[in-house]
């Protein structure tokens, strides 16, 4: 073997290449190298300095609600609405609202909803009529109302949103919908409200009419319907509708409900937004009358506690004196005057002075509480008329006095309790009840007293006594029916009598005989009958027909006096027929019969 042989022999023996060799030499180099450097330098590399900050550009804009409505928009147009309409948009906090006005076409529908930002929790939509009346709401604990407002309906609206729970931004869209799509939309949309149909007719609701004459037979009185709609209603909102009240006026609500929703809660609210009556919680078919002396433009609101589905809304009307024949079953809330007890008490005598009322031979003032009776002596009129002389005795209460009940008694005798005492000892001669006031008639009577409580709200009051302009021998026999007969044909507000007498009549009724006449009305003019009862029976029906063709003109059916009336044509006079009958036993009754 050679030497180089050998040596290569050693160089594989100790593990080491060629390689290997090239490697570690390539390394040392650079470690001196840069040992080299550092000792030349001397110096550690210098640090930059930044530059100093500058006031942050302020940008003009807004923050885009547009963002927060997603695919909205573009959903609703794509179902047949109309374009976007942004009403109104901000940062919000919890409890805040934002709003605007709303213009939609009469015969089309309003989509609005509000929309929020990821932090809001719960918000809310509601609609509004300029006098501030609510038209629709979703009030729903979540982030997304929707409110569909189909007519009729304002052709203003007021749509406001309120943060419930978070904050951040919220911006209110809405969209011009037509009828015909509507009910599509609604559903698509999951919008609380009118759903398409808006507030329609219900004659076809099944079994209507027999529910109604059921409820109206427990009231009394007669009733002329002139609203019935069927609304949708549903448990996360209200549905709404509305109703005008005139001065002195009883207005009859039933609200019959479909399967699919139970529990409701009805109320009616005034043109002020207060609650002026409220159905009885737990009945089926909530019902109430709400009577008023001041006219207003009411609101019901119809809320189901279980459920979502329709509801049948009647509503039906008569005159504020038709109280007087409700039956003590009727769920009866009155309103009350807003004037005070001089500006009151100066309207009615100013008022009685033109229906040619003498001037008030007494008055006394005081103050009712609620739950205690007060017991004021009467100071009737002397019987200039003779024995059968009646008095007008009008209760006249001031703000804020509501509901008064007022009895006549007859005086008592010598051993009887003390005035004070609310039992008086003797016979009752009259009876009424009213809003802030109510008007009595006695007849045959030197002294009395009158009984009065509020059921209502406390407030002051005025007795106001004056001699009675009707006066007949025939009310002297049978005193209590003349009183409830007066009580009957008196009219307006202030209960006068209209017109001239025409005459006086005194029957005996009975279940099984009708009790018929004839009279004639001259041209343009309207005969009023009125009837009131005493004696051994209760109930009375009248009816009045055209004789010439037994067309039925009105009637009316009471337990203790009744008044029904009945006109000619301008051009010619009028034949009527009178029919009366007693309802249970034989009492007496005395008729009366005007001609205005």
């Known amino acids: 073997m050679g030497v180089a042989a050998m040596k290569g022999e050693r160089f594989r023996a100790t593990g080491w290449s060629a390689w290997s060799c090239v490697w570690l030499l390539l390394v040392v180099a650079l470690a001196m190298l840069s040992a080299c450097a550092s000792a030349t330098s001397g110096t550690s590399p210098r640090k930059v300095q930044p530059a100093p900050a500058g006031a942050p550009r302020i940008v003009l804009g807004e923050l885009d609600a547009k963002i927060i409505l997603g695919d909205l928009p573009a959903r609703a147009l794509k179902l047949g609405a109309g374009p976007l309409a942004m009403l109104s948009a901000g940062e919000q906090v919890e409890g805040e609202r934002i709003g605007g006005f709303?213009?939609?076409?009469?015969n089309a529908c309003l989509l609005a909803y509000a929309r929020g930002s990821t932090t809001i929790d719960d918000l809310d939509v509601v609609a509004f009529a300029e006098e501030g009346n609510p038209i629709a709401a979703d009030q729903a604990p979540d982030a997304h109302p929707t409110i569909l407002v189909c007519p009729p309906h304002p052709g203003r609206m007021y749509i406001a949103a309120h943060v419930a729970n978070g904050e951040g931004l919220v911006g209110i869209?809405?969209?011009?919908?037509?009828?015909?799509?509507?009910?599509?939309?609604?559903?698509?949309?999951?919008?609380?409200?009118?759903?398409?149909d808006g507030t329609r007719a219900a004659e076809a609701w099944p079994g209507l009419d027999d529910r109604l004459r059921t409820h109206r037979q427990a009231v009394g009185g007669t009733?002329?319907?002139f609203r019935r709609v069927a609304v949708r209603v549903d448990s996360r909102s209200q549905a709404n509708v509305a109703f005008p009240v005139e001065a002195n006026q009883c207005i009859h609500v039933v609200v019959v409900p479909d399967e699919d929703v139970a529990l409701l809660e009805v109320e009616a609210l005034d043109d002020a937004g207060r609650v002026v009556a409220r159905a009885h919680e737990g009945l089926k078919e909530p019902n109430f009358v709400l009577c008023s002396p001041v006219a207003f433009e009411g609101v019901l609101t119809v809320r189901p506690h279980v459920g979502n589905g329709l509801a049948a809304v009647v509503l039906a009307r008569t005159k504020g004196e038709g109280a007087r024949e409700f039956s003590g079953r009727a769920s009866v809330v009155w309103t009350a005057s807003p004037l005070s007890l001089d500006l009151a008490r100066t309207a009615r005598n100013a008022e009685l002075t033109r229906a040619g009322y003498a001037a008030p031979t007494s008055t006394r003032n005081g103050q009712l509480v609620l739950g205690r009776r007060l017991t004021v002596p009467l100071d009737l009129p002397p019987q200039t008329?003779?024995?059968?002389?009646?008095?007008r005795v009008d209760v006249v209460g001031g703000a804020p006095l509501a509901l008064v009940e007022a009895n006549i008694w007859a005086a008592?005798?010598?051993?009887?309790?003390?005035?004070?005492?609310?039992?008086?000892g003797g016979a009752l001669l009259a009876s009424g009840e009213g809003t802030g006031s109510t008007?009595?008639?006695v007849c045959g009577r030197t002294k009395a007293q009158i009984e009065l409580?509020?059921?209502?709200?406390?407030?002051?009051?005025?007795?106001?006594?004056?001699?009675?302009?009707?006066?007949n021998a025939l009310f002297a026999a049978h005193p209590l029916a003349a009183t409830r007969m007066l009580a009957r044909a008196a009219v307006g507000e202030s209960l006068v009598h209209e017109g001239v007498v025409a005459g006086v009549k005194h029957v005996t009724l009975d279940p099984a005989r009708r009790v018929t006449y004839a009279m004639t009305a001259g041209p343009g003019q309207c005969v009023r009958i009125a009837v009131g009862i005493d004696g051994e029976g209760s109930g009375v029906e009248l009816r009045l027909f055209d004789a010439a063709t037994s067309e039925e003109l009105d009637r009316a059916a009471g337990e203790k006096g009744v008044s029904a009336r009945a006109c000619a044509p301008p051009s010619s006079p009028r034949s009527l027929r009178i029919e009366m009958r007693g309802t249970a036993g034989k009492p007496e009754a005395i008729v009366g019969e005007r001609i205005r």
């Open 102 to 106: 709303f213009e939609a076409p009469e």
């Open 173 to 196: 869209g809405a969209h011009i919908v037509p009828v015909a799509r509507a009910a599509e939309i609604g559903r698509a949309f999951g919008a609380r409200g009118s759903h398409g």
């Open 223 to 225: 009733w002329e319907d």
């Open 385 to 391: 008329g003779g024995p059968s002389a009646c008095a």
């Open 412 to 424: 008592p005798s010598a051993s009887a309790p003390s005035a004070s005492s609310s039992d008086s």
């Open 439 to 441: 008007t009595l008639f």
């Open 453 to 471: 409580e509020t059921r209502g709200r406390p407030g002051p009051f005025s007795v106001l006594v004056r001699p009675e302009r009707w006066q």
